[in-house]
């Protein structure tokens, strides 16, 4: 018979069968099996009836005992409402009816008979792997016939459901029998799937992309490489798998990637490479551009990413100064709105690891902002961090700075909380409470959050203006050890330096060095330091106008003492000042 007469019989004998039901008689559909009854019912012409019409006149047609004499079509109707769909046994014996027979032409019908429906599929995973597998050893048979037509029937309508499991060995095979055009129409049939895919699937297969890219560029094929838009080319070659894919292996199949065309396709470890090898740390209007692609979608998690990609990097970073600055503000703008949230781990991971190449920018108003939403330990944590980077501060900034830190200490003692001024070593709290900006920080502040600050234990951490200031206010001008200690601390270093801005500010203060020694102080204060910090050792040091300044406080001080009429050596066992 011809197809068309085959069709035309088919509906006459389902319309007897559903007349003898509906008058009380099942013509055997209760008695033989289901799969004699539709041989006996229907014989070859079952494979034009419609599942559904067969489960109304034969209700045991929801199992799978008919399966072998089942059109594909019946079969894929079965499938969608059997729950094979969620059954690895099942959907394993669907292809084994599929793979009886003509396997291609049966699994093509299969397909498109699956794909037709209105009704949401929602494949079980296992399910899903299953079908593909089983697919593709069918099909893959075929790939070195395709033609471009095939290629989109395949991947773009009938695999459509099953490429979230195509895996990169499938892949691989595939793309081996395409050309550029047919491989594009595989990349986006799969970029259609990318979010319906694991992480790790889509991770597998961005290198087989690659693969073929590459492989087809030592032939001598650009496929479109020097003809699309970056933009566009970056689409039809990688889709979204493009954001597994390494920013040098772009550059190296596709030159103009030193541009900043294909910025807002890229991935924002992409856009770290393209920041690094691009100058645009060296450009206020490139980086400008790299923050506005930063800030579309999610700009937190964009910023993080940035940041964990740009400080993975094992080439020294130098960030021009302005540039820096802007990174800061637009990053700080971003993560402050974030910071009510942060964990300490999260201060410990944005100030110590990704904000460390551009703390050196931090303002005074985003350390206010940053530390009104710390407690004292993860205060403590950002002040290890910008003192990691004091170094690299101009002076300016280091100053302003040292306020903010005085303010939050003075602010959390007020409230009652000592931040550890109560437990740790003076030299210990210092280093924590403020680092390396405690020498911006004056000598009575730090005796009013911490009035273990009379003592000498955090001399060697003093500035020496504080040295200064605690030699004034600590008694040392009237203790030869007290004023050694002094020296000691001032022989470390640059000693001539260190000399030079104690006694400016010793001799700043209302209270003169001199007028509270005595003899033997002033002997000591002369000639401690005997190699490199008394006066007299760094005299040619000095200019004449510095000289001739610190003659007449000395020769003044000797009159003094003279006319009191003190007998120093009695008092102190020493030669006369005036020897």
Same mark, same amino acid.
């Given at each position: 018979?011809?197809?068309?007469?085959?069709?035309?019989?088919?509906?006459?004998?389902?319309?007897?069968?559903?007349?003898?039901?509906?008058?009380?008689?099942?013509?055997?559909?209760?008695?033989?099996?289901?799969?004699?009854?539709?041989?006996?019912?229907?014989?070859?012409?079952?494979?034009?009836?419609?599942?559904?019409?067969?489960?109304?006149?034969?209700?045991?047609?929801?199992?799978?005992?008919?399966?072998?004499?089942?059109?594909?079509?019946?079969?894929?109707?079965?499938?969608?409402?059997?729950?094979?769909?969620?059954?690895?046994?099942?959907?394993?014996?669907?292809?084994?009816?599929?793979?009886?027979?003509?396997?291609?032409?049966?699994?093509?019908?299969?397909?498109?008979?699956?794909?037709?429906?209105?009704?949401?599929?929602?494949?079980?995973?296992?399910?899903?792997?299953?079908?593909?597998?089983?697919?593709?050893?069918?099909?893959?048979?075929?790939?070195?016939?395709?033609?471009?037509?095939?290629?989109?029937?395949?991947?773009?309508?009938?695999?459509?459901?099953?490429?979230?499991?195509?895996?990169?060995?499938?892949?691989?095979?595939?793309?081996?029998?395409?050309?550029?055009?047919?491989?594009?129409?595989?990349?986006?049939?799969?970029?259609?799937?990318?979010?319906?895919?694991?992480?790790?699937?889509?991770?597998?297969?961005?290198?087989?992309?690659?693969?073929?890219?590459?492989?087809?560029?030592?032939?001598?094929?650009?496929?479109?490489?020097?003809?699309?838009?970056?933009?566009?080319?970056?689409?039809?070659?990688?889709?979204?798998?493009?954001?597994?894919?390494?920013?040098?292996?772009?550059?190296?199949?596709?030159?103009?990637?030193?541009?900043?065309?294909?910025?807002?396709?890229?991935?924002?470890?992409?856009?770290?490479?393209?920041?690094?090898?691009?100058?645009?740390?060296?450009?206020?209007?490139?980086?400008?551009?790299?923050?506005?692609?930063?800030?579309?979608?999610?700009?937190?998690?964009?910023?993080?990413?940035?940041?964990?990609?740009?400080?993975?990097?094992?080439?020294?970073?130098?960030?021009?100064p302005v540039v820096r600055d802007i990174m800061m503000n637009r990053t700080f703008a971003i993560i402050s709105l974030h910071f009510a949230d942060f964990a300490t781990d999260d201060w410990v991971s944005w100030f110590t690891v990704k904000l460390t190449l551009?703390?050196?920018?931090?303002?005074?108003?985003?350390? &206010? =902002?940053? #530390?009104? /939403? +710390? %407690?004292?330990?993860? *205060? $403590?944590?950002?002040?290890? !961090? @910008?003192?990691?980077?004091?170094?690299?501060?101009?002076?300016?900034?280091?100053?302003?700075?040292?306020?903010?830190?005085?303010?939050?200490?003075?602010?959390?003692?007020?409230?009652?909380?000592?931040?550890?001024?109560?437990?740790?070593?003076?030299?210990?709290w210092l280093e924590e409470s403020f680092g390396k900006f405690s020498i911006y920080v004056d000598y009575k502040d730090l005796r009013e959050i911490n009035t273990g600050f009379d003592s000498f234990e955090a001399l060697d951490l003093l500035s020496t203006s504080?040295?200064?200031?605690?030699?004034?206010?600590?008694?040392?001008?009237?203790?030869?050890?007290?004023?050694?200690?002094?020296?000691?601390?001032?022989?470390?270093?640059?000693?001539?330096?260190?000399?030079?801005?104690?006694?400016?500010?010793?001799?700043?203060?209302? &209270? =003169?060095? #001199?007028? /509270? +020694? %005595?003899?033997?102080? *002033? $002997?000591?204060?002369?000639? !401690? @330091?005997?190699?490199?910090?008394?006066?007299?050792?760094?005299?040619?040091?000095?200019?004449?106008?510095?000289?001739?300044?610190?003659?007449?406080?000395?020769?003044?001080?000797?009159?003094?003492?003279?006319?009191?009429?003190?007998?120093?050596?009695?008092?102190?066992?020493?030669?006369?000042?005036?020897?």
């Amino acid at each position: 018979m011809t197809s068309l007469r085959q069709q035309e019989l088919a509906p006459v004998l389902l319309g007897y069968l559903k007349q003898r039901r509906a008058s009380g008689s099942t013509c055997g559909s209760d008695t033989s099996s289901l799969s004699a009854w539709l041989e006996e019912s229907f014989g070859k012409f079952s494979i034009y009836v419609d599942y559904k019409d067969l489960r109304e006149i034969n209700t045991g047609f929801d199992s799978f005992e008919a399966l072998d004499l089942l059109s594909t079509s019946q079969v894929a109707q079965l499938t969608l409402g059997s729950g094979a769909l969620n059954s690895a046994a099942l959907i394993n014996m669907v292809f084994e009816r599929l793979e009886n027979g003509n396997s291609f032409q049966n699994a093509e019908e299969f397909f498109v008979a699956l794909t037709q429906t209105s009704q949401d599929l929602d494949i079980n995973p296992v399910v899903r792997d299953i079908m593909m597998n089983r697919t593709f050893a069918i099909i893959s048979l075929h790939f070195a016939d395709f033609a471009t037509d095939d290629w989109v029937s395949w991947f773009t309508v009938k695999l459509t459901l099953l490429l979230p499991s195509l895996t990169a060995e499938m892949l691989q095979t595939a793309t081996s029998h395409t050309d550029c055009g047919e491989y594009h129409i595989i990349v986006g049939a799969l970029s259609s799937v990318f979010d319906h895919m694991t992480s790790l699937r889509q991770q597998e297969l961005a290198p087989v992309l690659l693969g073929y890219l590459k492989q087809r560029r030592a032939s001598g094929s650009t496929c479109g490489s020097d003809t699309s838009s970056l933009s566009a080319w970056l689409e039809e070659s990688f889709g979204k798998f493009s954001i597994y894919v390494d920013y040098k292996d772009l550059r190296e199949i596709n030159t103009g990637f030193d541009s900043f065309e294909a910025l807002d396709l890229l991935s924002t470890s992409q856009v770290a490479q393209l920041t690094l090898g691009s100058g645009a740390l060296n450009s206020a209007a490139l980086i400008n551009m790299v923050f506005e692609r930063l800030e579309n979608g999610n700009s937190f998690q964009n910023a993080e990413e940035f940041f964990v990609a740009l400080t993975q990097t094992s080439q020294d970073l130098d960030i021009n100064p302005v540039v820096r600055d802007i990174m800061m503000n637009r990053t700080f703008a971003i993560i402050s709105l974030h910071f009510a949230d942060f964990a300490t781990d999260d201060w410990v991971s944005w100030f110590t690891v990704k904000l460390t190449l551009l703390l050196p920018s931090l303002t005074a108003e985003m350390l &206010q =902002t940053a #530390t009104s /939403h +710390t %407690d004292c330990g993860e *205060y $403590h944590i950002i002040v290890g !961090a @910008l003192s990691s980077v004091f170094d690299h501060m101009t002076s300016l900034r280091q100053q302003e700075l040292a306020p903010v830190l005085l303010g939050y200490l003075k602010q959390r003692r007020a409230s009652g909380s000592t931040c550890g001024s109560d437990t740790s070593s003076l030299s210990a709290w210092l280093e924590e409470s403020f680092g390396k900006f405690s020498i911006y920080v004056d000598y009575k502040d730090l005796r009013e959050i911490n009035t273990g600050f009379d003592s000498f234990e955090a001399l060697d951490l003093l500035s020496t203006s504080q040295v200064a200031q605690l030699t004034l206010g600590s008694g040392a001008l009237n203790s030869a050890a007290l004023i050694n200690m002094v020296f000691e601390r001032l022989e470390n270093g640059n000693s001539f330096q260190n000399a030079e801005e104690f006694f400016v500010a010793l001799t700043q203060t209302s &209270q =003169t060095a #001199t007028s /509270h +020694t %005595d003899c033997g102080e *002033y $002997h000591i204060m002369y000639v !401690a @330091l005997p190699n490199v910090g008394a006066l007299s050792s760094v005299f040619d040091h000095m200019t004449s106008l510095r000289q001739q300044e610190l003659a007449p406080v000395l020769l003044g001080y000797l009159k003094a003492e003279t006319r009191l009429g003190l007998d120093l050596r009695v008092r102190h066992q020493q030669p006369q000042c005036l020897a």
